[in-house]
């Protein structure tokens, strides 16, 4: 008898993409009040008249990296089954009295500290309506301090956490966590479910609440898709077979230049995506250029200055601010 190969699972939460608000908007709320770094001015591949933004730790280490399709202007979004309708960060044990504090010099409204799974949680939501929440954790983390951020780098943000989904239905959307991405389900607490890969710590965990069928829509605020990590892109196609095989039709692999992504819908309608860890952002820039300038993928290059002339001129934080930071 033939040994069969267990079937390879995701590892954790590669990176969250969301449509945001006003460009420069976004980059001030990220950068200069969240204090994390812009790791990738760049545009959207399928879009290339709007930028794409990302933010994550000094080296986008994934797992970090939380990244926005600006759109000035846009209505906000309507949270409704099958969407992601929270991105909650991991911040250090002891950190959300500082952000608190922090929060409200920034005049951000936060809500009060709520405890989930045993976890000290601080909710809140950007200046585009896409729910955040900060959670602590002392958890293990690929992580590197960005040590030009405006936020000392014992509360920096370590990453996502978890992401939080609503389905009409938990069978259908559970069942693809379990049997085809190899999550566990790992707890059930006040309506929410929580399901974790590779042991379930921080940045290894979905959570599903079943809600009524209201209608959600897109805009401003939404999560597009999360993107689950594979370690390289032999893996990723395996798992992309796993989930032709289960009927869940996934996109052919797309070279996204710093990482490669197949995407697929879960069965409530949340779009999901497989991305390598590598190469990363370092594939097209200096690490301590990260961010500097605008960068397009090779395809795009002929096609600059229509682009650039299309873009809205953005202040990047760079050289990064006085507040100077205390590390
Ligand atoms: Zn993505």
Do not use: C
């Amino acid at each position: 008898m033939e040994n069969s190969a267990p079937n390879p699972r995701v590892h954790g939460i590669h990176h969250v993409s969301v449509i945001a608000g006003d460009p420069q908007e976004n980059l001030d709320f990220y950068t200069r009040i969240m204090g994390m770094r812009l790791v990738k001015k760049t545009v959207n591949q399928d879009a290339p008249g709007t930028y794409h933004l990302f933010y994550a730790d000094a080296e986008g280490s994934p797992g970090t990296d939380l990244t926005f399709f600006p759109i000035p202007d846009l209505p906000r979004h309507q949270p409704g089954p099958g969407q992601i309708v929270e991105v909650p960060f991991a911040v250090p044990l002891g950190s959300i009295p500082y952000w608190q504090e922090r929060l409200d010099e920034h005049n951000v409204p936060f809500d009060e500290v709520e405890t989930r799974f045993g976890e000290q949680t601080l909710p809140f939501e950007d200046p585009h309506g896409l729910r955040l929440a900060l959670v602590e954790t002392d958890d293990e983390r690929d992580f590197v301090p960005w040590e030009h951020g405006l936020v000392p780098a014992r509360h920096q943000l370590r990453g996502m956490h978890s992401v939080r989904l609503w389905e009409t239905q938990l069978e259908p959307t559970e069942t693809v966590l379990t049997d085809v991405l190899g999550f566990d389900k790992i707890g059930d607490e006040d309506g929410w479910h929580r399901f974790g890969v590779g042991g379930g710590g921080s940045g290894k965990i979905a959570e599903v609440r079943v809600v009524a069928e209201v209608r959600g829509s897109g805009g401003s605020g939404g999560v597009h898709h999360a993107a689950w990590r594979m370690r390289d892109s032999e893996e990723e196609m395996e798992l992309r077979n796993v989930i032709a095989r289960v009927g869940l039709q996934p996109s052919a692999q797309i070279d996204r230049f710093w990482f490669k992504s197949v995407y697929f819908r879960e069965p409530g309608g949340a779009l999901f995506e497989l991305a390598t860890d590598g190469p990363g952002f370092t594939a097209d820039e200096e690490l301590e250029h990260l961010g500097d300038s605008l960068v397009l993928p090779p395809w795009l290059e002929g096609k600059r200055e229509k682009i650039e002339a299309s873009l809205i001129s953005l202040e990047t934080p760079s050289p990064p601010v006085q507040e100077g930071p205390e590390l």
